[in-house]
């Protein structure tokens, strides 16, 4: 998940051909059986959940890295399940496939950032001190003698009467950005979403803003709990291969490089410049903050190698009965890590809770809607999407180049990251209290005796952290739900032990799958989240939107109305 969310660390080693490349099928005997080795039920079971993550996570997917023959294999396997279903396929020129044109960009790791203060010059390490990358598809990007200036959050938000820019000329300048968003560290709930995180607080957002404003290069401060997560995920992300989209696919403003800094190269960078960082953090929470220089310059010279690749969503199509040119679309990602060559013991990220588990969610839903009569009158979209990890580019452009068009797509219900821990009383829905299709979720929940929930760290952001946000942002009512806290066996405190242990195999090689998982959890989460579809996909005058409010709901609106269409 991008839930994140970050420019992924991807291998150079068995890449895919260029954007070109067709969509011919492999060797059949270097792909999983999809049916020889399990007899798939046509319900929603745990033992057809546990095999296709237990396959999808196997050594065998090295990881299913973008650009490898791991994408191979899984692309190939997630076809074979949609095929078997009976689904039709939903991609370019009637294949089950979508290329995704692509830019990789390698960093050399050797890349140093030199910042010289009034207490002289320092050479930042990369992967210790600090990341850095471009995207701008550039061999050489070469910044000599930047002033850096911080910038609080760096948000220039008008409806929040809110500009850390203001009055700042930022041309040739390096920005440095605290991560998260104003009100996080002050606990000042009247603040931005306060503890909520709102967009403004995601680091993409960040590096946008930045480029809009002509900035020649940015650095976000990390610190764990307004990331969210740790350095070391910083570090493993950002580390080898990042994937893009071309610039010609893509309208967001790219800066000429971008990066962060660890919360120790910070503290010290602001005490060269007589500043104290947590005082500066305060400042910085205040409305009315002043950009302020931080009398220090930056240089480095970062050498990458660019090369032109692809990847593949996977889409599969149920067509409906009376209306097949509405749709509902259900989402997950299934790229992982891949493998990190030169790591000590296990070098294979196998992404078995990320992503493997909403993969086989989707297929499960997927069989069930196919083998269940009546058979559906709108028409259900199955996309498995690539290069999430990468900044959630697969899901991008699928909505710039959609099998069913947005308007016409009735809402989106995203599979990340599921919860293995157990049944639980409660439902967690990411970004609760967005739209209407929390309304529908709920009569399923009550019916399961759960309770719909916010996540336990809304300062996470994680609702701008997955592929249904590229949704979101078209306008499309779209639903992130997962397994509760409150575990049926453990209470609470159980699935905070779960939460906290899942936190330390994030982006690591320990996500893996585990035979003792309890998935009874899991097939309730499967149940509920069929339900929102088949209601959806059963009653053709309903066309969930939006609460009054949302920031989305005017695009939505608009949309619809385009399509002549109620809202």
Request: include cysteine; hydrophobic fraction near 40%.
């Amino acid at each position: 998940m991008r839930h994140t969310p970050l420019l992924l660390a991807l291998p150079l080693a068995l890449a895919l051909a260029a954007c070109g490349r067709d969509d011919a099928t492999p060797d059949a005997a270097a792909l999983p059986d999809a049916e020889a080795a399990h007899a798939f039920s046509a319900d929603i079971t745990a033992d057809d959940f546990d095999e296709l993550v237990k396959t999808l996570a196997s050594d065998e997917f090295a990881g299913r890295a973008p650009g490898t023959d791991g994408e191979e294999k899984t692309v190939e396997y997630i076809r074979a399940q949609f095929e078997r279903i009976g689904l039709q396929p939903g991609g370019d020129n009637d294949s089950w496939y979508q290329t995704v044109p692509m830019i990789e960009t390698t960093a050399d790791p050797s890349t140093v950032l030199k910042l010289t203060t009034g207490a002289g010059a320092r050479d930042l390490a990369f992967g210790d001190d600090m990341v850095i990358g471009t995207r701008t598809g550039q061999t050489d990007v070469n910044v000599a003698d930047s002033e850096l200036v911080f910038v609080g959050y760096g948000v220039d938000a008008p409806e929040q009467n809110w500009n850390d820019y203001a009055g700042l000329d930022v041309t040739g300048k390096t920005v440095v950005i605290l991560v998260n968003d104003p009100g996080f560290h002050a606990q000042d709930a009247t603040l931005f979403g306060g503890e909520r995180m709102t967009y403004y607080g995601r680091w993409t957002y960040k590096f946008e803003e930045a480029a809009r404003k002509g900035a020649a290069a940015a650095l976000i401060v990390h610190d764990t709990p307004g990331a969210s997560y740790g350095w070391d995920v910083v570090r493993n992300s950002w580390s080898g291969a990042q994937f893009d989209l071309r610039a010609e696919d893509d309208p967001e403003p790219r800066l000429p490089a971008q990066g962060w800094i660890s919360g120790e190269v910070a503290t010290q960078l602001f005490a060269d410049a007589g500043l104290d960082l947590n005082a500066q953090i305060k400042a910085a929470n205040t409305r009315g903050f002043k950009p302020v220089p931080l009398n220090a310059t930056v240089s480095f010279d970062l050498k990458s190698t660019i090369a032109e690749k692809s990847s593949r969503n996977v889409v599969g199509i149920l067509p409906g009965t009376e209306t097949p040119d509405e749709a509902v679309l259900y989402l997950a990602h299934w790229d992982h890590l891949g493998t990190h060559e030169g790591d000590d013991g296990d070098q294979i990220y196998n992404g078995a809770i990320d992503n493997a588990t909403g993969v086989a969610g989707i297929i499960e839903i997927a069989e069930k809607f196919a083998t269940t009569e009546p058979k559906p009158k709108r028409s259900l979209v199955f996309l498995a999407v690539t290069l999430e990890e990468s900044g959630l580019l697969g899901s991008k452009y699928y909505v710039a180049q959609p099998s069913i068009d947005l308007a016409r797509t009735v809402g989106v219900i995203n599979l990340d990251a599921m919860s293995v821990a157990g049944p639980s009383r409660d439902f967690v829905v990411t970004g609760l209290g967005n739209s209407e299709m929390e309304d529908i979720l709920k009569t399923f929940a009550d019916e399961q005796n759960r309770t719909l929930v916010e996540e336990s760290n809304p300062a996470g952001g994680f609702y701008f952290r997955s592929d249904h946000f590229n949704f979101v942002k078209a306008g499309v009512p779209s639903l992130y739900a997962k397994g509760g806290n409150d575990l049926v066996d453990g209470g609470a405190a159980a699935g905070q032990a779960a939460i906290d242990d899942y936190a330390k195999r994030y982006h690591q090689p320990s996500d893996e799958y585990n035979p003792d998982w309890n998935l009874d959890g899991v097939v309730q989460d499967l149940e509920a989240l069929y339900g929102v579809g088949r209601v959806l996909v059963d009653d053709t005058a309903r066309w969930p939107n939006w609460y009054d409010g949302n920031a989305f709901k005017a695009t939505r609106d608009a949309q619809r109305a385009e399509a002549g269409g109620a809202p």
